[in-house]
């Protein structure tokens, strides 16, 4: 069915499973010895690459009655890989298992493709150096990575002043083989899902927080426990659901399952901020996550607003489709401290700033700022978007057909198989 100005967001709605918790559930249930579950793994190329990349490290990971189950290998015994450990688009697979590597006492050369090759490593493999394992990079910057892990790393103290969970888990997972105690402090919280589930299987990891820093302490003298996950609904998925409801009055939707983890979530805040009618309902804890159910019900349309540059961390994933929400409501609306978005899998906010251009809607970059002027007309689409297969950019601006006159082309949409492989499915089930 096709998705235009005269459609509506309606039904019950179930997201895809968490991208950040899957990569980092098997990665994490790969080092439990013993037998781990995993439920709902979002099964997109961005997750199986991290997958086959676990497998040959060593992990035994197979899929029975629509569950992986996995046997782990210790910290500290990795395998030897026999070949170059291929990431595909992902960098969140690339940097986390860059540290978990880091501090095992083999050789690995990781990569990518083409748009992952030019996406910036030094700030992680900076951190990994310290511990004493030797690394190479392309250009000095870019995947490739080589590195030649150490069996014997460095307990250090580290100072992260780059808001990024990646940094974070990277530098995390090499603490996994390093004897000691590591420190970590974070200048900006960000999403905490390694601390989370390394707490729920059992290793000694203390975290503290205050109004200006997060203090994570971690020592090894704990053995992860195996588990069983069920993978609660990924919120930057469901993002682009939650937005299309609350840019057409009228909508109705029910989310089920999804992710409440407070590194997550910016975004709602942000579309309540709007005027987005959004209800939290049975909030709960599972596995040291927060899940809950929401209720959709947009009666008006939404009114502009402001991110602050400290807001951005907890949604930088939700900016594309959040840009658009801002072209359909009424004011000015401004969003600071966008340089983090100029190094995701493309130039998001270039991308994001020629695409609403091209539709029909006044947008302007200052600095680092993006200005977006909104109204409730509908805009006069028809624009060929420009993507460079970024999957964000791709589903944000094919939800922008239900507020322009005439759809926009899309050439080439695979890369939504990265991230959301039941995107275009789950639209059908729900436009009305």
Same mark, same amino acid.
């Given at each position: 069915?096709?998705?235009?100005?005269?459609?509506?967001?309606?039904?019950?709605?179930?997201?895809?499973?968490?991208?950040?918790?899957?990569?980092?559930?098997?990665?994490?249930?790969?080092?439990?010895?013993?037998?781990?579950?995993?439920?709902?793994?979002?099964?997109?190329?961005?997750?199986?690459?991290?997958?086959?990349?676990?497998?040959?490290?060593?992990? *035994?990971?197979?899929?029975?009655?629509?569950?992986?189950?996995?046997?782990?290998?210790?910290?500290?015994?990795?395998?030897?890989?026999?070949? *170059?450990?291929?990431?595909?688009?992902?960098?969140?697979?690339?940097?986390?298992?860059?540290?978990?590597?880091?501090?095992?006492?083999?050789?690995?050369?990781?990569?990518?493709?083409?748009?992952?090759?030019?996406?910036?490593?030094?700030?992680?493999?900076?951190?990994?150096?310290?511990?004493?394992?030797?690394?190479?990079?392309?250009?000095?910057?870019?995947?490739?990575?080589?590195?030649?892990?150490?069996?014997?790393?460095?307990?250090?103290?580290?100072?992260?002043?780059?808001?990024?969970?990646?940094?974070?888990?990277?530098?995390?997972?090499?603490?996994?083989?390093?004897?000691?105690?590591?420190?970590?402090?974070?200048?900006?919280?960000?999403?905490?899902?390694?601390?989370?589930?390394?707490?729920?299987?059992?290793?000694?990891?203390?975290?503290?927080?205050?109004?200006?820093?997060?203090?994570?302490?971690?020592?090894?003298?704990?053995?992860?426990?195996?588990?069983?996950?069920?993978?609660?609904?990924?919120?930057?998925?469901?993002?682009?659901?939650?937005?299309?409801?609350?840019?057409?009055?009228?909508?109705?939707?029910?989310?089920?399952?999804?992710?409440?983890?407070?590194?997550?979530?910016?975004?709602?805040?942000?579309?309540?901020?709007?005027?987005?009618?959004?209800?939290?309902?049975?909030?709960?804890?599972?596995?040291?996550?927060?899940?809950?159910?929401?209720?959709?019900?947009?009666?008006?349309?939404?009114?502009?607003?402001?991110?602050?540059?400290?807001?951005?961390?907890?949604?930088?994933?939700?900016?594309?489709?959040?840009?658009?929400?801002?072209?359909?409501?009424?004011?000015?609306?401004?969003?600071?401290?966008?340089?983090?978005?100029?190094?995701?899998?493309?130039?998001?906010?270039?991308?994001?700033?020629?695409?609403?251009?091209a539709m029909g809607v006044k947008s302007e970059i200052i600095d680092f700022d993006l200005h977006i002027h909104g109204d409730t007309n509908l805009k006069k689409g028809g624009a060929s978007i420009i993507h460079h297969h970024d999957h964000r950019i791709v589903m944000s601006f094919y939800i922008a057909n239900l507020i322009c006159e005439k759809p926009n082309k899309i050439k080439d949409k695979s890369s939504i198989k990265?991230?959301?492989?039941?995107?275009?499915?789950?639209?059908?089930?729900?436009?009305?």
């Open positions: 069915m096709a998705i235009n100005s005269k459609k509506l967001i309606k039904g019950i709605y179930y997201p895809p499973g968490d991208k950040s918790i899957s990569h980092r559930s098997l990665i994490l249930t790969g080092q439990a010895v013993g037998r781990s579950e995993i439920s709902n793994l979002l099964e997109g190329e961005d997750v199986m690459n991290t997958l086959l990349v676990m497998r040959d490290l060593g992990a *035994q990971i197979t899929k029975k009655n629509g569950k992986y189950i996995i046997f782990g290998l210790p910290p500290g015994a990795l395998f030897q890989p026999k070949k *170059q450990l291929d990431f595909g688009n992902s960098g969140t697979g690339i940097r986390l298992l860059a540290g978990l590597i880091s501090s095992n006492n083999i050789k690995a050369t990781l990569k990518g493709d083409k748009s992952l090759s030019k996406r910036p490593m030094k700030r992680v493999t900076d951190h990994l150096k310290r511990i004493g394992a030797s690394i190479e990079l392309n250009k000095d910057s870019f995947p490739p990575i080589k590195i030649k892990g150490v069996g014997d790393a460095i307990p250090l103290s580290y100072d992260i002043k780059i808001p990024s969970a990646q940094i974070k888990s990277a530098i995390m997972l090499s603490a996994l083989n390093t004897n000691g105690i590591v420190k970590i402090k974070e200048f900006k919280s960000t999403r905490d899902h390694t601390e989370n589930m390394l707490k729920a299987m059992g290793y000694n990891i203390k975290v503290k927080e205050n109004s200006k820093y997060r203090f994570i302490e971690m020592k090894n003298d704990k053995d992860l426990k195996p588990i069983k996950l069920n993978i609660p609904g990924d919120p930057s998925s469901a993002a682009f659901f939650i937005t299309a409801a609350c840019l057409k009055p009228g909508s109705k939707l029910i989310v089920k399952n999804m992710l409440f983890n407070k590194t997550r979530i910016g975004f709602l805040k942000t579309l309540k901020k709007m005027g987005g009618d959004i209800q939290i309902t049975n909030q709960r804890r599972v596995n040291n996550e927060f899940l809950a159910d929401l209720k959709i019900n947009q009666k008006k349309h939404l009114k502009s607003t402001i991110i602050k540059s400290e807001e951005v961390p907890t949604q930088v994933d939700e900016i594309p489709i959040l840009s658009i929400a801002a072209s359909y409501a009424r004011g000015v609306s401004i969003f600071k401290g966008l340089e983090e978005l100029t190094v995701k899998e493309s130039n998001r906010l270039l991308l994001i700033h020629q695409n609403l251009k990265t991230s959301y492989p039941s995107f275009f499915k789950h639209i059908n089930k729900h436009i009305y």
